[in-house]
């Protein structure tokens, strides 16, 4: 991925950079002003956390007796706490190679002493096969760290998702090598409001043992939402302090996932992404163009022509993802709660006048 | 500290815990509601983390070719990612031992592999001689640690403040032990603003090498701005990544932070709090009763009979700070800029009413 | 403890600076010469290996059910290792602050990331008082790191031993605090044949969690034995890997400990070096010099006047401790397995002409 | 690789397994011996470990002025410690897919807190073009960990050796991308004994910043040479003690290593190792079996028929590598300075009769 969108500069184009180029959805900032003034108890003990984690454990059908719930401020802190919490000191990793915490996040899982390691993936997924065939080779113990834990994300990096039969056969392979499923729910929202999604909130918690729910990502200035088995979750609190991420004010976290759970918000929100990323997909579709994958989620990743990208980077932001010859590229749209529908039906108008 | 404030319940008493118990000032959220829908560049290049950063900077009187500055999300975040960035994995840090990293932080600065050597500290203060006295007794190397990083708090964890002269006969001693010096400023608003104050904002530049200014306990939703010097600076950014402190919309803390440095916000907010706290600190002088330390910033330290404790307790919340005798003991009271001026009459009131 | 020691050059003088300034005990040599060529497996899966471990194990009459045993090739790996096996991440070590990992170990058991609290210590040891007043007063979670460890060395730092009685007390208390109890036995050999001593092999099973038997300031070329409850033991050779203390060749350890148990060799060479410490630390007495401490195993620690230390280093190495005044200093004098008794004869004599 | 070889039993069969199942060479436990009485200053400080540093300064041609010598007791030890002391913990270590710290060491460079990136190899081998490639798809700073060190092996696990021409071209790759250059030496002797090989110990300091010279694997009891040029090498001896490798009696390091580099016994054990895998390599090749790498230095890898595996079991031990196909497995021969050339002839005859 180039670096060229890290130098700070105006931005006269729209930007189908990221999901989280916005502020948060107006009716958190209303959540935050309405609960602004009251006192409440600090680092997480408010009655806005209360009330949020009582949310959103009615939409995962998941009593207090099954699952704890904490808010954390970024999905490295995220990744990182829900690893680490769980792992002892020489226990390792497995994830696929596009696994958001093998090269975007700076080596956090590794600065918290833990091991990676790469398991052939499937567009995007982990698949049973090719996670037994790496635990079968890791086992010359203890010269090899010892596996323990399974990392995938859904929706994965490459806008993909796992399907319920996928999900639960990957959970019953973990539990039969004796390893923990943990998801990275960046891009949960999108994945579970997907057209070809099966998987409910309460399968999240019956076919893993921790994930986490992104809050960045759906419309929140900030905020994830990690929900771990209790089995696991004792002196959780401790690993939220220790790593940064227990937040004196913890109540904005709370008062925001209150209102994307209080009613269906935070899945019309990722449904309003999915929505926008067909839109742009089955247009290109509609020309002729090739998807370089099937647009599952709020990911569209298409095969262009040099001169078409640059006509479009005249009006539009978004990555270029990977050259594929002197004269194709594929690029990386990504749409969100927040993207305009004119706006698309403007980029997808410029697409049609610069195609021959 | 007594663990008694940590249940989730309902908040009939108004607060002196602490000077985080409240949202953002109104200002602020004004400047997160304007500049809540315009797309940005993410991870902290956007136009409001480089404003901030700018007025910051006019603030100290301090170039872009003198210093960097970075914000994180908490507290505890600034502490460990300032501590390790600028330490070797086998170099150590200096503290007294009220010192927040001491006990307050689960570890935090240990987790990140730094030992922490304890200074005999006099009233919450770094002395230079007692700093000398431990670095000298800790020179048998390589089978002691290295001594290599000096951490105050101004304001202290007790409420005192560092005079100019103190802060440079401090600086002096670092350097001439080769010794960083690092400034938890958590609380540097009421500390710059205290009427016993006379360091400037330049004065941190140039005494320091590194310290931060807080934005929690000053008004903001979160957000901590580090401001390191150069030769410190480099790559300082993977610091932050690695340790989930670079948040996405970093956006929300340059907005905070910009509205605090526009005009003279923070250092208002900050004489409010200690005008607050005077006026507790007095009204207990003027009844006769005993400060368990003069009243330098935010924060009141008084030696109360358990009687009247229980009184204040039916209206107000405060910490028992630390058992006196059987019948006293000693609270803690804190304002902040958020502290309502009739909350403290009453308080003073009811004071006055159940003192015989 | 001055860095005087650390140069290297020619030694004309009798070394009394510690306990580890000779290669191995002869019978040890003798082993490792006739186990030396035999081919064995590796990583400590050889016959020197089981032996040393079953005749530890009859010494401390303690079965393959209770406890397993590890061999590592220094004491701090012994002390890294064995704490940070027994420690999830934010959980903490309390010491003494003459603890040898205070500010002996470079900072080694906070680069495994774990925080060390300090509890008073009264002549090197841990007493249930003090370590229940920390304790109490550590408690405001998740802000405090949690404790959950207690490290001794028996013998202490300051050549004292733990009482049967003492020794119950403490594992009293830990159990009633949910506290693991480690002893750091480097000097182990000396302690359990003090003459003032009467813990068994034994008690130090039933007394504590996990504990280390050291070779090296015992004869051996290198090697210190971890002796762990099993309930802690799981996948403990992984620790040792990660850590390098896992060697290709551990038969060199075996070999010499199976020799140092497979008798009483081990308890006889620390008698052997008790009684030329009580040799030096009676005729200090005896010409009516002041002990700093009582000489209960093989260190003493003795206030001189200056003149006559000076004499002394013209002949002799030892450390000086700690200046009392312009005149006088406390130094130490350490014996061993390896202390010639003749040179001990003449240390006594240059002392006695030299005393006025 | 299987773990067969795990457990405790009496072996009845030569060992072809490794190079270290023997204890050390005899004119190495001489110079044990005879420096056993001595009263030595400790921590590195005696005169063996001076000695020795001295002449493995003259077989390098390299001056005081130039590298720093350090001895530690295991190859897991040099790689950590080597690693750790030139990163910052941001900092990456790029290793090829075979590298010994990718998989067998548990986890131990990441233990240290640093990610390690695979480049595809190429017979063991890290190429100046797939190193280049690797670094240029990792650069989306912050987000991605950077690239710092580039770990290889020489000899290679897999038994080949690197080219002056080859170590050069990767030497100045690394140069022009800002990396420091590290080998792990464990076989470093059979490399530059190899019949193939043309890079002398110099070429060692010239092309690389840090590297380190086994004694494990050849001949010694224990002890690994850590070389590092000197502007890497400050405060090294604080990353030996913290790591638990700093061994109170490294006398037996230095005496070890005296032994090996005071005439060419170092070099001359190395060329009888690579002889005897000759020996085996050439039997094989003459009876028409394919290798399954060529034997560049004491390692052959062979393709046999099961039924012959399983006959030469009887008599010998070694790795069953990979399996083939359903009758067809490589296996790994590895040959040291203590094999017994009658044994190998013995193993050849074994493999002849057995043959069809």
């Known amino acids: 991925m180039p670096a060229t969108c890290t130098d700070t500069e105006v931005m006269p184009q729209y930007s189908f950079t990221d999901d989280y180029s916005e502020g948060a959805h107006p009716l958190l900032m209303d959540a935050l002003l309405r609960s602004n003034t009251t006192q409440q108890l600090t680092y997480g003990n408010d009655e806005y956390c209360a009330e949020a984690k009582r949310l959103i454990r009615e939409k995962l059908q998941a009593g207090e007796e099954e699952v704890a719930i904490h808010f954390v401020p970024s999905g490295t802190s995220a990744n990182l706490i829900s690893i680490t919490s769980c792992l002892r000191s020489y226990e390792a990793v497995l994830t696929v190679e596009t696994g958001h915490i093998v090269s975007m996040e700076a080596g956090a899982i590794e600065a918290t002493g833990h091991k990676t390691i790469l ?26 760290a010892k596996p323990r834990l399974v990392y995938i994300s859904n929706a994965t990096e490459l806008g993909t998702i796992y399907t319920k039969r996928e999900l639960q056969a990957l959970s019953a392979v973990c539990k039969s090598l004796n390893l923990l499923l943990f998801v ?37 200035l900030l905020g994830e939402a990690i929900v771990v088995r209790n089995h696991l979750a004792e002196d959780f609190v401790f690993h939220l302090k220790q790593h940064g991420a227990l937040l004196a004010k913890a109540r904005i976290m709370g008062a925001q996932f209150a209102e994307l759970f209080r009613e269906n918000l935070y899945f019309d929100l990722a449904t309003h992404a999915n929505e926008m990323a067909q839109r742009i997909s089955a ?33 539009f932001r978004f990555y ?3 050259p594929v010859d002197e004269e194709t590229a594929i690029i990386r749209l990504v749409t969100s709660w927040a993207t305009d529908s004119l706006e698309v039906d403007k980029f997808n108008a410029w697409v049609k006048q610069w195609s021959v």
Chains 1, 2, 3, 4 share one sequence.
Do not use: C
């Open 119 to 144: 398991v052939p993936g499937v567009r995007g997924k982990m698949t049973p096969e090719n996670l037994e065939n790496t635990v079968r080779q890791h086992k010359f113990f203890p010269h090899n």
């Open 184 to 220: 990275d729910g960046a891009r949960m929202g999108v994945a579970l409001s997907a057209p070809a999604n099966d998987l409910t909130p309460r399968d999240m918690v019956d076919l893993t043992d921790i994930f986490w729910i992104g809050g960045t990502k759906m419309g929140a």
């Open 283 to 315: 247009h290109f579709e509609q020309l002729g163009y090739q998807l370089a994958a099937p647009t599952e989620t709020n990911q569209v990743f298409i095969a262009l022509p040099m001169g078409l990208i640059t006509r479009l980077q005249e009006r």
């Open 320 to 322: 270029i993802w990977k």
